[in-house]
T-cell receptor, first 116, second 104 residues
Framework: DVKVTQSSRYLVKRTGEKVFLECVQD?????MFWYRQDPGLGLRLIYF???????EKGDIPEGYSVSREKKERFSLILESASTNQTSMYLC???????????????FGPGTRLTVL | DAKTTQPNSMESNEEEPVHLPCNHS???????IHWYRQLPSQGPEYVIH???SNVNNRMASLAIAEDRKSSTLILHRATLRDAAVYYC?????FGKGTRLHILP
């Protein structure tokens, strides 16, 4: 069965802390994504990666960075957490991003991050 | 990128069919239409996808307009467990989706 796992379901951090959110997929997918989800705003793409060590900015990359050292793992980094980064963070993976039949995205359960 | 438009929310009675519409007027000829749903406190999950022909699976049916500028997700007999946010997407861009309320 397809699986995307995220390191934490709930996380509480303080303003200014460096925060790492980890995502692992076991489907050998090429592409991985990080989204954030806020009430009334739907899912917004932060960054995605189409290969190891490759990354592309999404719609809202400011305040975030990412790392993909291995194919199965994609990390989201908040260099200096701020209260406006309190949100639900969702990781996803897929085989393709071209709009084809293989680009079904598989999501993790999400990490609810609270920055105090 | 193809953008999709969906109603913010819809309501349906339990055990009745539900038709969730989606407009994607800028879809390209090779883009598939994917539908996902998100239950409370979970990540989105895949429901169904299609290119031109109508599609059926155990969860739902997908009716695609002949010009492919719109599609409709059909839940044949809604249950309370179908209450969720439903997203229609082409490529990787998610919109705000439709929040479906099921009335007992």
């Amino acid at each position: 069965d397809v699986k995307v796992t995220q390191s934490s379901r709930y996380l509480v951090k303080r303003t200014g802390e460096k925060v790492f959110l980890e995502c692992v997929q076991d489907m050998d997918h090429e592409n991985m994504f990080w989204y954030r989800q806020d009430p009334g705003l739907g899912l917004r793409l932060i960054y995605f990666s189409y290969d190891v060590k490759m990354k592309e900015k999404g719609d809202i990359p400011e305040g975030y960075s990412v790392s993909r050292e291995k194919k199965e793992r994609f990390s989201l980094i908040l260099e200096s957490a701020s209260t406006n980064q309190t949100s639900m963070y969702l990781c996803a993976s897929t085989n393709s991003v071209g709009g084809g039949s293989t680009d079904t995205q598989y999501f993790g359960p999400g990490t609810r991050l609270t920055v105090l | 990128d193809a953008k999709t438009t969906q109603p913010n929310s819809m309501e349906s009675n339990e055990e009745e069919p539900v038709h969730l519409p989606c407009n994607h007027s800028t879809i390209s000829g090779t883009d598939y239409i994917h539908w996902y749903r998100q239950l409370p406190s979970q990540g989105p999950e895949y429901v169904i996808h299609g290119l031109t022909s109508n599609v059926n699976n155990r969860m739902a049916s997908l009716a695609i307009a002949e010009d492919r500028k719109s599609s409709t997700l059909i839940l044949h007999r809604a249950t309370l467990r179908d209450a969720a946010v439903y997203y229609c997407i082409c490529k990787i861009i998610f919109g705000k989706g439709t929040r479906l309320h099921i009335l007992p």
